[in-house]
Structure formats: C-alpha cells, structure tokens
C-alpha cells in the first residue's frame, strides 16, 4: 500500500469511494475489520475523518485492498484536487 496519512481522509472520499465499488456501508465495515456505527459516524464526519488511528488505518488499508486509490491535497491529478479513482485493472 502506498504511504498514506489515515488523517488525511474526508468523508467525502470515503462515500465516493463505496460508490465507485457499489458497496455498502455493511460490507465496507466487514472489509475493514470494523463495526458498521464506526463506518456510519466517519461518514458523518465534517470534511477530515478524525478517529482512532489503528480504525484509519484498517479502513484504508481496506479500501486499498479493493482497489481504491486515496488521493490527498497536492497530489498530482489532473485537476488537482481531492478524491478518488479506481486503480488500473480494478473494476
């Protein structure tokens, strides 16, 4: 997995991404090794997710195992911003 600071996830990235794999927050919470209120209150969140850190990590890392890849502020992109893509071969 690419070196990545859990910190820096929003919770915009984090529906995004359920939406570019067409899962639910269920099935995310059981790939991440994490209950379904943890994934439901991150969702909530404003803007950057703040939690446990070990919680950040098992969600990212689960995202990167289904083929999100996170891309944070100052990263290149074509536009620059925020987001998330799906890596090559995935979907």
């Known amino acids: 997995m690419h070196h990545f600071f859990a910190s820096m996830i929003t919770s915009g990235q984090l529906r995004a991404s359920r939406a570019l794999?067409?899962?639910d927050q269920r099935t995310l919470a059981e790939a991440a090794g994490l209950s379904?209120?943890?994934i439901q209150r991150m969702?909530?969140?404003?803007?950057?997710?703040?939690?446990?850190v070990?919680?950040?990590?098992?969600?990212?890392a689960a995202l990167d195992a289904?083929?999100?890849?996170?891309?944070s502020d100052n990263t290149a992109s074509e536009?620059?911003?925020?987001?998330?893509?799906?890596k090559r071969g995935t979907a």
């Open 43 to 52: 969702e909530a969140s404003d803007s950057v997710i703040r939690g446990n």
């Open 21 to 23: 794999l067409g899962i």
């Open 54 to 60: 070990d919680s950040l990590m098992k969600l990212v």
């Open 66 to 71: 289904l083929g999100i890849a996170l891309i």
């Open 36 to 38: 379904l209120p943890t």
């Open 79 to 86: 536009t620059g911003g925020r987001g998330v893509r799906l």
